[in-house]
């Protein structure tokens, strides 16, 4: 044990490669052995390269630009389409690391962030799955940390003598404007940044340009991420923009309605989960430890080998911690919000609480040991548990990763179908009226074709509806209709697309012997061009 804790001390840069990169692997591993199929959104931002244009319905374009460089390289397989994620991962934890090891001269903090992002299921869910909240994770930890380096004053000289360092701020400006291009939420941090101005300021802390340079990189940042979308509404009647007002209860149903309390237990709940019970306390008691020690008036000594954290340091992590998880604490009263639009918040959460559990290690005494043994047993027990679920003897009521699977066997069928049912199989199409069904399709019926996607009954557009249905020279075309779970009984609107529709064929997919995903096949023949068309739900 003292010899680990003496290599921990002399060589932490290692230790950190390692956590960085034995997690990389297995990740690499766990993707391209195919254990868990594409989620219905990955599947949907691969599509969405095959149409590569300047933003899209429901997010930026650098999810599809991002997919598309991978998968060239690759190929379009599931590994190819996550690769990005996997890497975005790496990079954001390396960053995490130097940053705290070289500025804050905090490496133990450096380490023990790793190995909390390591074993919180939401860091590792963002390292396989290609979401945009990977690339969005990414640029908000480049922007906060750029933002406190150009707000640091050089060579510990009073602020009021010195000015704020320009270079950062073009950082600054880099990572606000891919940050938008990955996620309209990356606007979060224009206000966090002036709240974090302010506060240097109220504590004399503030050196001089800040204000400069921080309006100049903010403006261009709002000019490189807003550009493309702003022209992409233009050109599409501000669907987008329509778009997120609704999800945010701005407009739509969860608008008549102020507050409701009984959405605050979910969403409490999804937070723990998320962040798991043990390092969330550490984060939120590490987080009031910061805001105690922003407003008291200590000096810190910086040139210590382990200076503690000041009144700087303390305000970035409180910054960009609790008003982030604070808003959505409060918004949940007003609308349903998705668990991961806290993500960012678990950035600084987790230096946060790597602060306040390398506190309790150093102070701990018996039974305070034993709780540190407990919270790193528990910790590695996840880690494992994810690594090695597909081998476990889960029962599949309680497996909720087979939800996520049978996508692959549903291709085969809907080949199968196409190959043995159809006079010509060369004219037959396939299509759902589910966005996220229609691109598991594109990916997983062989040969990755162009799905549709039809606007019946009363769901919402989405970004299929934004492109071209059947053309009309696929009038007489046959074609497979696919719908979730079993339902007999699909909506007339689709019936009346055809000459004919057949029975259900009812399709229960399996993984390893169990149940997996359910779904409905119709068999369409002729196809006589009356593709629905509707607009107004967002």
Known sequence: MRKIRSSLNTHPGLWALALVAIPFLLRVVFVASGQLNLVQDEAQYWDWTRHLQLTYYSKGPLIALIISFWTNLLGNTE?????????GMALTQAMLYLFLARSWKRPDIGLWTLVIMNTMPLFMGLGVLMTTDNSFVFCWTGAVFSLYLGSRPA?????????????????VALFLGVGILAKYTMLGFV????????GLAYKRLLPQRFWRYLAISLAAGLFIGFLPTLIWNFQNDFVGYKHVLYLIGVSGKQSHTLIRFDRIPDHLAAQFGLATPWWMIFMLVGGVSAMVKYCNNVLVNPFEDRPRMDQRQALLLSV????????????????????????????????????????????????GRMVVVTVLALSAFVFVLVQTAHLLPIPAKYNITNRLKGWDQLGQTVEKLRTTEFKDPDKVFVFSELYDLTAALAFYVPGQPRTYCAWVHDRRMNQYDLWDGPNKDKIGWDAILVRKHYDPHPYQDLIDMFDSVSRPIRLQTTYHG???????LFICRG?????PSKAGSF
């Open 527 to 531: 196809y006589n061009g009356k593709w």
């Open 191 to 198: 206000g966090l940044s002036v709240i974090y101005g302010a």
């Open 320 to 367: 960009f911690f609790w008003p982030v998880w604070g808003f959505f604490l409060l918004w949940s009263l007003h609308a349903k919000i998705m668990p991961n639009w806290t993500t960012v918040s678990y950035v600084t959460g987790t230096v946060l609480a790597a602060y306040a559990f390398s506190g309790f290690v150093r102070t701990a005494r018996r039974r």
């Open 155 to 171: 060579n510990n000289i009073p602020e009021s003598m010195t000015t704020a360092r320009a270079i950062p701020f073009v950082f």
């Open 79 to 87: 590994l190819g389409v996550r690769f990005g994620a996997i890497v």
């Open 514 to 520: 169990h149940p997996a995903r359910e779904f409905t």
